[in-house]
């Protein structure tokens, strides 16, 4: 069974720094894509960023381009998000999806993990 | 970035009553980009349609899509009361992926 389990959201001040985490198990992690995308609350889905299989592919929203830094480690099945210089439109439950395949689709999401950006 | 105009926001149905999303583009995708979510209140969202018309792994054959180029539409055929939920299409034809402001449906 497809299993993506984030970790590491949390209350931080403006300006600060946050590391997010999304375990994967059940399938082989390095053959594909993932992608982070949040959801403010009450509000819609809003891509924040993608990595290829291989870590050769990166791609960030611009809302988040500058700040922010996917990677992932396919030792340990690990996808992270680095999040640097938060604000608090970036408010909102941070999901980890798996790219299903070329088509871009996501056809596995974690249960997502909130993070807030207040002082 | 396409921007995904869904209408309508939101809909209130019957049950075993037809329903249909529309998901219109602001440029040409390719049909094989253009995907349907479903979000129920308090969970994650779960692929329905990928490719604009091929059902995911055990959703049931009410659910299906259609459309190409711009224009997209996505059909519940005869409603029930587990498919209230917010629905949202989602391009991956370019770079960066953009998704419709969802659509809420609810139950009369």
């Known amino acids: 069974e497809v299993q993506l389990v984030e970790s590491g959201g949390g209350l931080v001040q403006p300006g600060r720094s946050l590391k997010l985490s999304c375990l994967a198990s059940?399938?082989?992690?390095?053959?594909?894509?993932m992608n982070w995308i949040r959801q403010a609350p009450g509000k819609g889905l809003e891509w924040v960023a993608s990595?290829?299989?291989?870590?050769?592919?990166?791609y960030y929203a611009d809302t988040v381009k500058g700040r922010f830094t996917i990677s992932r480690d396919n030792a340990k099945n690990t996808l992270y998000l680095q999040m640097t210089s938060l604000r608090s439109e970036d408010t909102a439950l941070y999901y980890c999806?798996?790219?299903?395949?070329?088509?871009?689709?996501?056809?596995?999401w974690g249960q997502g993990v909130m993070v807030t950006v207040s002082s | 970035a396409i921007v995904l105009n869904q209408s309508p926001s939101s809909i209130i149905a019957s049950q075993g009553e037809k329903v249909t999303i529309t998901c219109r583009a602001s440029?040409?995708?390719?049909?094989?980009?253009l995907h349907w979510y479903q979000q129920k209140p308090g969970a994650f969202p779960k692929l329905v349609i990928y490719?604009?018309?091929y059902r995911a792994s055990g959703v049931p054959s009410r659910f299906s899509g259609s459309g190409s180029g711009t224009s997209y539409s996505f059909t519940i055929s005869r409603v029930e009361a587990e498919d209230v939920a917010t629905y949202y299409c989602?391009?991956?034809?370019?770079?960066?992926?953009?998704f419709g402001a969802g659509t809420k449906l609810e139950l009369k």
């Open positions: 440029s040409s995708i390719s049909s094989n980009y």
């Open positions: 990595i290829s299989s291989s870590s050769s592919y990166i």
């Open positions: 059940g399938f082989t992690f390095s053959n594909y894509g």
């Open positions: 989602q391009q991956g034809s370019s770079n960066p992926d953009t």
């Open positions: 999806a798996r790219r299903g395949d070329n088509y871009h689709y996501f056809d596995y």
């Open positions: 490719s604009t018309s």
